[in-house]
């Protein structure tokens, strides 16, 4: 399953940028998140737990942040093993380019599972996909700029 997407976000670059490495911004932004250890250079370990359609599960893994461009780009990779449910893996290149209103982050996410995850059908499995990606980036989003405001 792969996608791309992007988003305009009133922060300058090196602010979006230090927030893809905060742990506590990761695990804030990760719905989900039970805990989230570690650092960029090393990894974060995680523990997440999902549902997906009928499924149910607890996902132990790691998180690893690569060719890392400060304030333009990097690749974040994760795996995770979910017992019976099975695994999850993949990974998104993030590009943040400087905007007049702050950062356009452009994202191209690829994501696999397998076991009873990948039992479900491809089109249950893309749309929470999606749906990860869009509530990951938006929260990160909402994190930097404030809640939305909905009088516009």
Request: aromatic residues 6%; glycine residues 12%.
């Amino acid at each position: 399953m792969q996608m791309s997407d992007q988003r305009e976000i009133k922060a300058d670059p090196a602010t979006v940028y230090a927030a893809l490495l905060d742990p506590e911004v990761l695990k804030a932004c990760v719905p989900g998140t039970q805990e989230l250890t570690g650092s960029p250079e090393e990894g974060y370990e995680a523990v997440v737990v999902q549902k997906v359609g009928p499924v149910k599960a607890t996902f132990k893994g790691q998180v690893t942040m690569t060719d890392m461009v400060p304030n333009e780009k990097l690749t974040i990779s994760g795996e995770g093993k979910g017992g019976a449910a099975g695994f999850a893996k993949g990974g998104a290149v993030v590009t943040l380019e400087p905007t007049e209103a702050g950062t356009l982050l452009s994202y191209d996410v690829e994501a696999k599972v397998g076991g009873k995850l990948a039992q479900l059908g491809g089109r249950l499995i893309d749309g929470f996909a999606k749906k990860m990606a869009d509530n990951f980036f938006q929260a990160l989003q909402d994190k930097l700029e404030g809640p939305a405001d909905t009088a516009e």
